[in-house]
C-alpha cells in the first residue's frame, strides 16, 4: 500500500513540472545568452589605427600548455599604416581541437592581441577545419561577441594593489576595492558588513594559529601576515568610503576615465565594458575602430 | 572516530582465489562495464555470478588513464592547474585547489583572504552541484521506479546548471575553469554576482524537497537502499575511504573541520554522520551535506571580505615558477572525499614527481568487500553510492 502511495506522491510532484516553464531552449534557433566572460573561440584583434596587433612575441606559444598555438616569426617589417619599423607574426595558427580554453595565452599576451570570443566555432566534419588559421582569427574579429577579458583585464584583476603608501598612490587602490563590491551588498551597507568581517579576520589570527598546530595539511598563513593583512584591508575599508575618495580622486582618475574602457583598475571594466558590448552588439562586436582602413 | 559498531555480515576475503570458492567451474563470469551506462565513466568488473548472487567481484580500473601526473612532470607549475581540471570533471574547481595549496604550501606564499574566502564559496557551490549530480546518477542507477529515477535525474541536472552558470559568470567557463593561480584566484567576483547566487541558492533549497520526496523520504528508494552495500567503518578506514561514504559509516571525520584550510577556520562546518552504512546512509549524508553547503554558500557570500586576490605574481611566463626542491602534501575535502597533492620538486619549473590521491580509487576500493552476497542490480546500486569519478580513478 505505501509502495503505491509513495509512487504516487512522485508523480504528483513530477506533475508539478508541468505548470513551469520550460528549462532548455532549442538549440539551433534558438541560444541561451552567455555570460559576459564566456570563453569558446578566438580573435586576433587590430590596433585601433589598424594595424596588427600580435608583435608576434611567442609569449602565447610558450605558456600554452597543450603547445597548440604555431606561431612563424617574430618578423621586422615596415608598418604599412605608420611606417615605422616594428614586428609581426607572419603566420599564427590555433588548433581548437586541442585547446583546452584555460585562457592564459590571453592572459600572457602583452599587446591583448589574442582574445576570446564569446561564440563558439560551428562543428566542422573535419580537424582541418578546426585549426583557425591567422585569416580566421582576424575574421573572428569582426564576426563574432568578444569575451570580457584581454590580457590587461586579467593582468590587473590579479595583480595585487601596491600596498597603500600615502595619498596618490592610495586613491587607485581605494578605487580598486570599490570597483568590486561584486557579493551584491548594497553599497549603503557595507560599511556595517565589513566590520564583521574585520572582526572575523582579527579573530581568525588565532584560530589559524590555533588550527595551524594540529594541521598537517592545510596550510595556513603566518598568523603576523594575515594580521597585517587585516590591518591593510581596515586601511582600505577606510578609503572605500566615497566621501573621503572623491575630493582624492579628480587627478587620478581623470585621464583614466577618459580612457575608451573606461576603467580604473580591477572590476570597473565590467560597467564600461558592458556599456562598450551593448553598442556594437548589433554591427562590430569587437573593437568599433577595428577594421583596417 | 566512532566506528560503527555493530556490523553486519562476517568480512568477505575479496582475493580469495575463484577456483576456492568454485571448484566445480559453475559459476557464471559476467563482464560489467566498462561501457554500461551504470558504471559513470569507463570502468569493468568481473562479476562471478551464482544465479543472480554475485560470489566474487573483481573491478579493473585504467580505461580512462591519460598519465596526467607524467603530463605534470612535463609541464611548467603555472601550467598546471588547467591540467588536473579534467581528472575529477564532476568537481574541477576542487581539483585546482587541492594543486595549487600544494605548491603555494611549498613557496610558503600568503595567500589573501578574499582568495580564500572565494576558494572556500567555490569549493561549496562545487559540493552543491557535484551532489546534486551524483543524487540525479544515483537515482538514474536505481531504475525508473521512483516516479522515474530519470526525473530526479532530469530535476538535479536542471539545478546543477544553476551553479554552472554562476561559475560561468565568475571565470567564464561552465567546467574547466582555470580560475586558481599559485598565490590567489584569477577572475574576481563579478559586480551584482552575489545577488545570482542568493537567488540559485534559494531555488535550489525550494526545489530540495521535490527530490527528497522521491528519493529519500520514498518507501521504494529506501527498500532499494536499505541493507545494501554496508561499508562498516573499520574497514572504510583501512581501505582509506573518505569523504561521504566514510562518514555515511558512522565515522565522523571531515577535512574541512579537521584540518581547516580556506575560509573554514572562520565559517564553521557542521559535519554529518550517518551510521548505516549502507546505501541509504550514504544518500541521507549526501542531502545533509548539500544543505549544509547552501547555508556555508551564503555565510561565505554575506562574510566576503575585500581585498587582492593574488597575492603571487600573474602567470606570465612558464619559468617564473620555481619550487624549491622538496616536498609537500596537501589534502583537502572535495565532495567525495580527500584529495591530495603530493608534490615533489626539484628546484626546476617542473615538478620532479606529482602524484594525485584521488578519493574515488579509494572508494571502489571498497567493492570487492561490498558486493558478494548481493545481487547485479544491487551491485549497480552499490557502485552508484560510492559517487566514483573514473577520471580521477584513472588520471
Ligand atoms: S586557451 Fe587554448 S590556445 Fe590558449 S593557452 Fe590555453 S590551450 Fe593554449
Ligand atoms: S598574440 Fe600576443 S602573446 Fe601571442 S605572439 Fe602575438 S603579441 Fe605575442
Not at chain 1, 504516487?8 to 508541468?18: E, H, K, L, N, V
Not at chain 2, 572556500?120 to 540525479?136: I, Y
Not at chain 2, 521506479?145 to 530526479?152: D, K, P, R
Request: net charge negative; proline share 9%.
Amino acid at each position: 500500500m505505501r509502495h503505491f502511495l509513495d509512487a504516487f506522491r512522485s508523480i504528483a510532484t513530477a506533475a508539478r513540472s508541468f505548470a513551469r516553464p520550460p528549462t532548455t531552449v532549442q538549440f539551433p534557433h534558438e541560444v541561451r545568452e552567455r555570460a559576459e566572460r564566456y570563453r569558446a573561440s578566438f580573435a586576433l584583434l587590430h590596433e585601433a589605427d589598424g594595424d596588427e596587433a600580435c608583435i608576434g612575441c611567442l609569449q602565447c606559444e610558450r605558456i600554452c600548455p597543450s603547445k597548440v598555438i604555431a606561431i612563424k616569426g617574430p618578423a621586422k617589417r615596415d608598418s604599412p599604416i605608420s611606417g615605422k619599423k616594428r614586428s609581426y607574426a607572419d603566420d599564427f595558427t590555433l588548433d581548437l581541437s586541442a585547446c583546452i580554453f584555460c585562457e592564459l595565452c590571453v592572459q600572457v599576451c602583452p599587446t591583448d592581441a589574442i582574445v576570446m570570443t564569446r561564440e563558439q566555432e560551428p562543428p566542422a566534419y573535419g580537424r582541418e577545419a578546426l585549426v583557425l588559421t591567422m585569416a580566421k582569427l582576424y575574421e573572428n574579429e569582426k564576426a563574432k561577441t568578444r569575451a570580457w577579458g584581454d590580457g590587461t583585464k586579467l593582468m590587473e584583476m590579479q595583480t595585487p594593489p601596491k600596498p597603500p603608501k600615502p595619498a596618490p598612490a592610495g586613491a587607485p587602490v581605494a578605487a580598486t576595492s570599490v570597483a568590486s563590491p561584486s557579493v551584491g551588498a548594497a553599497p549603503a551597507i557595507e560599511p556595517t558588513s565589513a566590520k564583521p568581517s574585520e572582526a572575523l579576520g582579527v579573530a581568525s589570527v588565532g584560530s589559524t594559529s590555533a588550527g595551524a598546530a594540529t594541521s598537517t595539511s592545510g596550510p595556513g598563513p603566518a598568523p603576523e601576515a594575515m594580521a597585517s593583512h587585516a590591518a591593510n584591508s581596515g586601511a582600505a575599508a577606510l578609503l572605500n568610503e566615497p566621501v573621503t575618495r572623491t575630493p582624492v580622486e579628480p587627478p587620478e582618475a581623470a585621464p583614466l576615465a577618459a580612457a575608451p574602457a573606461g576603467s580604473p583598475k580591477v572590476a570597473a571594466p565590467q560597467p564600461g565594458d558592458e556599456a562598450g558590448a551593448a553598442a556594437p552588439a548589433g554591427a562590430s562586436p569587437t573593437k568599433p575602430e577595428g577594421g583596417t582602413p | 572516530m566512532t566506528p560503527l559498531a555493530a556490523t553486519v555480515r562476517p568480512r568477505v576475503n575479496p582475493y580469495l582465489s575463484i577456483d576456492a570458492l568454485d571448484p566445480e567451474a559453475e559459476l557464471m563470469l559476467l563482464h560489467f562495464g566498462p561501457q554500461h551506462p551504470s558504471t559513470h565513466g569507463v570502468f569493468r568488473m568481473d562479476l562471478f555470478l551464482d544465479g543472480e548472487r554475485i560470489v566474487k567481484a573483481v573491478p579493473h580500473c585504467g580505461y580512462l588513464h591519460r598519465a596526467v601526473e607524467k603530463l605534470c612532470e612535463k609541464l611548467a607549475y603555472v601550467q598546471l592547474p588547467p591540467i588536473v581540471d579534467k581528472n575529477d570533471y564532476v568537481a574541477p574547481m576542487t581539483n585546482e585547489q587541492a594543486l595549487v595549496m600544494a605548491f603555494e604550501a611549498m613557496l610558503k606564499l600568503e595567500v589573501p583572504r578574499r582568495a580564500r574566502w572565494m576558494r572556500a564559496l567555490f569549493a561549496e557551490l562545487q559540493r552543491v552541484a557535484s551532489h546534486l549530480l551524483w543524487l540525479g546518477t544515483f537515482s538514474l542507477d536505481l531504475g525508473g521506479a521512483l516516479g522515474g529515477g530519470s526525473t530526479v535525474f532530469i530535476y538535479c541536472f536542471r539545478e546543477r546548471e544553476l551553479v554552472l552558470d554562476l561559475f560561468e559568470a565568475v571565470t567564464g567557463a561552465r567546467f574547466h575553469y582555470n580560475t586558481h593561480s599559485i598565490g590567489g584566484n584569477r577572475h574576481d567576483l563579478p559586480a551584482g554576482w552575489g545577488a545570482k547566487v542568493k537567488a540559485a541558492l534559494d531555488t535550489i533549497e525550494a526545489r530540495l524537497p521535490e527530490y527528497l520526496a522521491m528519493t529519500l523520504h520514498n518507501h521504494l528508494f529506501e527498500q532499494r537502499t536499505r541493507g545494501v552495500g554496508v561499508l562498516d567503518g573499520e574497514l572504510a578506514l583501512e581501505l582509506g575511504v573518505t569523504g561521504p561514504n566514510l562518514r555515511a559509516s558512522g565515522v565522523d571525520h571531515d577535512l574541512r573541520r579537521d584540518a581547516p584550510f580556506h575560509a573554514y577556520d572562520e565559517v564553521k562546518v557542521n559535519v554529518a554522520t550517518a551510521r548505516g552504512g549502507d546505501c541509504y546512509a550514504r544518500t541521507e549524508v549526501r542531502v545533509a551535506e548539500l544543505v549544509e553547503s547552501l547555508r556555508l554558500c551564503r555565510a561565505l557570500l554575506d562574510g566576503m571580505p575585500e581585498g587582492p586576490i593574488n597575492s603571487g605574481k600573474p602567470t606570465k611566463l612558464p619559468v617564473q615558477t620555481k619550487l624549491p626542491a622538496g616536498q609537500q602534501y596537501v589534502g583537502i575535502e572535495t565532495p567525495r572525499g580527500e584529495l591530495g597533492t603530493w608534490v615533489i620538486a626539484d628546484g626546476s619549473q617542473h615538478p620532479y614527481r606529482l602524484k594525485l590521491r584521488p578519493p574515488s580509487l579509494h572508494a571502489l576500493s571498497a567493492l570487492p568487500y561490498l558486493l558478494p552476497g548481493q545481487t547485479v542490480s544491487d551491485a549497480i546500486a552499490i557502485l552508484g553510492s560510492l559517487d566514483p569519478i573514473m577520471g580521477e580513478v584513472d588520471r
